[in-house]
């Protein structure tokens, strides 16, 4: 069983920063993908930024230049630092890994719960 615990969500005026973070526990063989996503009220999730194992990363063209998403593989977290936050930037926003659980077994996908941003001044 894997679990992903996120924190760092909050209020912030426009123009400010938020740093999330994703931990994953239980037994881990190895993460591929870590990836953000996030969901407004009536939208649906879209993703917000992914990572490989290898540090290449992509973003969503909403946050291009002012997310970055970086990792920390030996302690199984993933960042979400966001600077600049704009009011349509409020969404829960949820990480995604992709886990392999067993030795050589294959990478199963799991989320964390969800943390709250809400910008507004």
């Known amino acids: 069983q894997v679990q992903l615990v996120e924190s760092g969500g909050g209020l912030v005026q426009p123009g400010g920063s938020l740093r999330l973070s994703c931990t994953a526990s239980?037994?881990?063989?190895?993460?591929?993908?870590m990836n953000w996503y996030r969901q407004a009220p009536g939208k649906g999730r879209e993703l917000v930024a992914a990572?490989?194992?290898?540090?290449?990363?992509d973003y969503g063209d909403s946050v291009k230049g002012r997310f970055t998403v970086s990792r920390d593989n030996a302690k199984n977290t993933a960042f979400l630092q966001m600077n600049n936050l704009k009011s349509e930037d409020t969404a829960i926003y949820y990480c995604h890994f992709n886990v392999q659980t067993t030795p050589g077994g294959n990478f199963n996908l799991y989320w964390g719960q969800g943390t709250q941003v809400t910008v507004s001044s």
């Open positions: 990572s490989t194992a290898h540090g290449v990363t």
């Open positions: 239980g037994t881990i063989f190895g993460i591929r993908a």
